[in-house]
């Protein structure tokens, strides 16, 4: 067990920063490490085995690099799949992020939720479990989008994206049925929460858009509670070692994240 490390944090790519950002909300003092597989990405395109021997491997090299105090798994295909490998693996605590669709199905006045994932997350048995077993009395529709955590990776470059077929994407969301409609989207993926004020925009109605990050910094510090965390000012690294653009920087600066 490591004790007095940083805090790691991990994606994929850019999308666990939302997680970042409410841990830094918080807990600002505490340190974090955030790392994003860049090299990999995107993780939703993966074959499930692949993607789960790569993410222990690489996480054996991380927790040796860093020696953190704790793991947050800052992705929802990641964590959908190698969760169990990586706790039987590591001596050290994981915080994962799931589809937050028990709280969707609890707070859902029309009886109807839509999950936007990626296509790996929306694949999974854990996702279609959550569903049995906290929506089994709502309508889900559960939405692969392959598009979308590129659109925010591009968002976060400052490129610009293309709406029309971000549009595309969060359609199959809203569902009609005899005069009830849905009222609350889960963001089943961290990149999403950087899209949302596209999301709304689009949407041919209003919902309620639900980011798990809070309920994730909530349970990092239920997890921390009796153990010696780092403070200090974070960092940010890249698996692909390209270098990193300014408007990347910048979003990284805001979050107290430097390049190592
Ligand atoms: N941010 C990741 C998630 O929460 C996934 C993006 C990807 O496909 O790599 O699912």
């Known amino acids: 067990m490591h004790d007095a490390g940083p805090v790691l944090v991990f994606d994929s790519g850019l999308g666990g920063v939302s997680v970042v950002r409410a841990i830094s909300q918080q807990m600002p003092r505490i340190r974090l490490v955030y790392v994003a597989d860049d090299a990999a990405f995107p993780y939703g395109d993966w074959e499930d085995d692949a993607l789960r021997t790569h993410i222990v491997e690489l996480m054996g090299r991380l927790i040796a690099q860093y020696r953190p105090t704790a793991v947050v798994i800052a992705c929802n295909t990641a964590s959908t799949l190698v969760l169990p490998a990586l706790r039987a693996r590591y001596d050290i605590p994981f915080v994962g992020t799931v589809p937050a669709i028990k709280p ?29 077993k906290f929506a089994s009395l709502v309508h889900v529709r559960l939405v692969g989008a392959p598009l979308l955590a590129a659109f925010a990776e591009a968002r976060m470059r400052g490129e610009a994206i293309d709406e029309r077929s971000l549009a595309e994407q969060i359609e199959p969301c809203f569902v009609e049925i005899e005069g009830r409609r849905t009222d609350m989207v889960v963001l089943a993926c961290t990149h999403y929460p950087f899209l949302t004020d596209l999301f709304d925009r689009h949407a041919p109605w209003p919902v309620c858009f639900i980011d798990p990050a809070p309920a994730i910094a909530r349970r990092l510090a239920s997890v921390l509670e009796g153990r ?25 600066r805001q979050y107290r994240l430097a390049v190592a």
């Open 104 to 132: 969707a199905a609890e707070q859902t006045k029309t009886g109807i939720i839509a999950v936007l994932a990626t296509p790996g997350t929306m694949r999974r048995d854990y996702t279609r479990d959550l569903i049995r």
């Open 228 to 252: 010696r965390v780092d403070g200090g000012p974070g960092t940010a690294a890249f698996t692909s070692g390209r270098p990193v653009l300014a408007p990347v920087l910048q979003v990284l």
